[in-house]
């Protein structure tokens, strides 16, 4: 595929992103930063731009981590029934 540069916003910002994904893969990650940065803001009104960031960053990191822990899980558990 080829490495499309896509113009994102996050949290206020305009962003090259250049990737091999589609174009609207880009653009849904790009929507999700910029949701739970939006998120985090609102909760923590005073908090500076780069601590959102760092939040927001935080927060996709440990979807990503419960989400793999889970895809083990179930990984076992298919490996269990079909042995």
Do not use: C, W
């Amino acid at each position: 595929m080829a490495h499309e540069t896509q113009k994102v916003e996050i949290f206020g910002e305009k962003y090259a992103v250049r990737g091999e994904a589609s174009p609207e893969h880009i653009q849904a990650v790009a929507r999700e930063v910029d949701k739970r940065m939006h998120l985090i803001a609102q909760r923590f009104p005073r908090l500076p731009y780069h601590q959102v960031a760092v939040l927001a960053a935080l927060n996709l990191a440990d979807d990503l981590a419960r989400l793999r822990e889970e895809q083990e899980t179930l990984m076992q558990l298919l490996g269990e029934k079909t042995e």
